[in-house]
């Protein structure tokens, strides 16, 4: 016996809605928890005044950039535990290095931590 047309429909259309109803609600969440997704690169620009005797300059001076930390994979690491033996998230690592395959990290292997 064949469904009709409506419920054959439905049949398909159920769990694709449910599968983005989630998706949104993670991505809700996840956004929630990490602060607005503000992109936390960016540093302000702070405003200095240098007052001498006879004149006032006025220069921008920028916050020096973090130092770059690199880590050497060892045996049985995984991008997860080298996220969490430094306190962050895959998705940092993999931003911080854009040519590695998560899934083939090799012992030996050099990636930026920071």
């Known amino acids: 016996m064949?469904?009709?047309r409506r419920a054959e429909v439905a049949r398909y259309l159920a769990p694709a809605a449910f599968l983005l109803v989630?998706?949104?609600a993670v991505l809700l969440v996840r956004a929630g928890l990490e602060g607005g997704g503000g992109n936390?690169?960016?540093s302000p620009t702070r405003f200095v005044t240098h007052r001498t005797s006879a004149t006032t300059r006025s220069t921008?001076?920028?916050p020096k950039p973090a130092a770059r930390r690199f880590y050497t994979i060892q045996?049985?690491?995984t991008l997860e535990t080298v996220a969490v033996k430094f306190?962050?998230?895959t998705e940092k690592l993999l931003?911080?290095?854009p040519s590695i395959?998560?899934?083939a990290l090799s012992v030996g292997q050099k990636i930026r931590i920071g």
Request: net charge neutral; proline share 8%.
């Open 87 to 89: 306190g962050t998230t």
């Open 40 to 42: 936390a690169t960016t």
């Open 60 to 62: 921008t001076t920028r």
């Open 75 to 77: 045996s049985g690491d």
């Open 101 to 103: 395959d998560p899934h």
């Open 22 to 24: 989630v998706t949104v």
């Open 95 to 97: 931003a911080l290095n």
């Open 2 to 4: 064949r469904l009709p």
